[in-house]
């Protein structure tokens, strides 16, 4: 039919948008992601250059293709100029409020809130985990995670990192096997424990009194009777036990 060829034929020459494989109409309105990059391309045969109106939002003020930051809602108008009548085009970019997710970290359990994304990518020192997609994810080895997060309108966003240490896994355990005695003590304070510990003792007002690393044992005989605290941490300096101990001369 010779009326449609000439429709699709002429059709051919109407400027649209074209965002993500879809086109789009002079005056259409295309949501996307807020403060995420936007290519977007003006399909226009003919002649002529385009010029885009100012704006803080936009990559380029001239030429058929542009990347748009996405912000709140936004109307952009670029105007083609050269021989013949010049075209105007309007696009109107809505932006889509996007979720950051939150990591929390218990034991070797990695959660995110908020909870239901469409998709999770997780990443450990910033290469991909294959496989894993999934929330909460179990982490396994040492390192620094994060997971970008699709939502339902397939924006995309990264979480913050977390550090995990193999430590996270054993700190409930290794406190469990930590044994400090005699306690009550007159004079010396075994410590056994699995690994080398910092030891501080501090009395109950908080003030430090003896601080030791790779401690195995601690001497309480230049010290008063009285309750102390003493705090156990790793060679990190991370925390893992504090308990009483009781100083007693005569036992």
Known sequence: DSTEIDTIASSAFIPQWSYKGTLYQKHDTIPACENMPMDISLLAPGPGAWVWDA?????????????ITVKDTNTFRAIRTGCGQPDT??????????????????????????????????????????GATLAPYIASKAGKYFVRATDANGCISNSDTVDFSILSVNEPATARHIRIFPNPSSSIVQIAAPFPLQATLTDLSGRVLLHRKEARELDLSS?????????????EGRIISTQKLLKQRDL
């Open 223 to 235: 010290f008063a009777d009285g309750l102390y605290l003493l705090c156990l941490a790793d060679a």
């Open 55 to 67: 704006s803080p939002y936009l990559a380029t003020l001239s030429g058929p293709v542009n990347t």
């Open 89 to 130: 085009m309007y696009l109107t970019v809505c932006g889509i409020p996007v979720v950051r997710p939150v990591l929390s970290l218990s034991g070797n359990t990695i959660s995110v809130s908020p909870s239901g994304y469409a998709g999770y990518q997780w990443y450990r020192d910033g290469v991909l985990i294959p």
